[in-house]
């Protein structure tokens, strides 16, 4: 029980750090993007 507790916390964590590093990639991706279509 505790391996699979540990390790949907560790899917949940790796979930979260995916989605902010996400946000940050979509503020930071597309004015390199534009720059690169221009």
């Known amino acids: 029980m505790l ?3 540990r390790a ?3 899917v949940g964590l ?3 750090l995916s989605a ?3 946000d ?3 503020e930071i991706v597309p ?3 534009k ?3 221009v």
């Open 20 to 22: 902010i590093l996400a």
């Open 24 to 26: 940050t990639a979509l």
């Open 14 to 16: 790796s979930g979260q």
């Open 8 to 10: 949907a916390d560790a």
């Open 31 to 33: 004015p390199v993007v």
């Open 3 to 5: 391996a699979e507790e």
């Open 35 to 37: 720059a690169e279509d």
